[in-house]
């Protein structure tokens, strides 16, 4: 605990000398996320990161999420310099979308307009007409559908398939997924909402439909906090990343969350309902990023990052 205490008395000095503020997201660690809160960071899902690193004054953003976070931030505010924990931190779901396939997949299918969501690359961004974030898919979806576009969806095929199911629009999909919310099981579910009649069930729809169908609400991070806010109900069943409970047990705390079921009997899976990635943000990685900026730098490709901009910003002005 001192040594925490003292990490974290640190990196406070540190971000106050670097001119710098740190911008979590609500799947880091516990820790994490209070740190960004006591230093006037910001803690947020990856539509609010990028908003709030566009609007701050502060020269350089410690982006504590994964890679995909990192690069919208340099993309949107090229002139900041854009650190983060470790460059390691990626997401499936940008990894099994390289740029190359998904580009090939957009030329055979060139009546549809490309929409991607912001877990991918910016080479993959460059390629697209629309970037969204979960909080905004349906929203974009309908929006483009209403005007009679066909839509290529990638990477994510569950949020796609719960896109597609809201929106009716034509939607072909690209074939990803994320590892976390992959797991959560139904059947299990079900198991564990009978012991818990009361519990309302809350879904992130990148998990797969089955589990959808039992949400009580569906949606992306920021509003499963929302609707654990205001449903009534006291007790929770969470199908996304662990790291939410931060928030939702800050704003409730006389609710009980509990994480959602994942792979066989809950024993059998390494990293369940918790990000790998997203953990790799600890607070040693993080001092080490501001006391020594080489090798934790964000760097996008000028041409790429012109590219990437349109889709990114044509998200922004449409969430205003
Ligand atoms: O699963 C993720 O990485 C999410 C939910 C990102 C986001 O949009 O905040
Ligand atoms: Fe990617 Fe899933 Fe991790 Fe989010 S939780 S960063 S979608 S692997």
């Known amino acids: ?43 947020s899902d990856s539509l609010e990161m990028a908003r709030f690193g566009n609007q701050h004054p502060a020269k350089t953003l410690l982006v504590a999420g994964v890679k995909f976070m990192g690069e919208t931030a340099k993309i949107l505010t090229p002139e900041k310099t854009v650190i983060m924990p470790t460059l390691e931190a990626t997401c499936s779901l940008d990894l099994g979308c390289p740029a190359a396939e998904f580009s090939a997949f957009c030329d055979a299918h060139p009546d549809r307009v490309v929409v991607v969501y912001a877990n991918t690359s910016a080479a993959v961004k460059a390629r697209a007409d629309w970037v969204v974030t979960s909080s ?36 072909l999909l690209w074939n990803g997924a994320c590892i ?25 729809p990148e998990s797969p439909d089955s589990v959808v169908q039992l949400a009580d609400a569906v949606g992306s991070t920021s509003q499963l906090i929302k609707a654990s806010q205001t449903l009534p109900n006291d007790i929770f069943i969470v199908a996304t990343d662990r790291g939410i409970f931060y928030k939702m047990q800050q ?22 309902a918790h990000c790998p990635w997203m953990a790799m943000n600890g607070l040693k990685a993080i001092e080490e990023a501001l006391l020594e900026p080489t090798g934790h730098e964000i760097f996008v490709d000028a ?15 449409f969430a205003k």
């Open 180 to 204: 976390v919310h992959d797991e959560f099981k139904a059947k299990a579910l079900i198991e564990l909402k009978k012991q818990y009649p009361t519990a309302a069930i809350l879904v992130h």
């Open 303 to 317: 041409q790429l990052r012109e590219r990437a901009l349109l889709p990114l910003d044509r998200m922004l002005n």
């Open 136 to 171: 905004i898919a349906l929203d974009v979806v309908d929006y483009l559908d209403s005007q009679g576009k066909k839509i290529l969806w990638g990477p994510d095929k569950h949020l796609g398939v719960y896109v597609q199911k809201q929106t009716g629009a034509d939607m």
């Open 1 to 43: 605990h001192d040594d925490k205490a003292a990490y974290k008395a640190r990196i406070k000095t540190l971000l106050q000398q670097k001119n710098a503020v740190l911008v979590a997201h609500y799947y880091t660690d516990p820790e994490i996320q209070a740190l960004a809160e006591e230093t006037g960071g910001c803690v």
């Open 251 to 272: 704003l409730m705390p006389n609710k009980t969350f509990m994480e959602a079921p994942t792979g066989g009997n809950g024993a059998t899976c390494r990293s369940c």
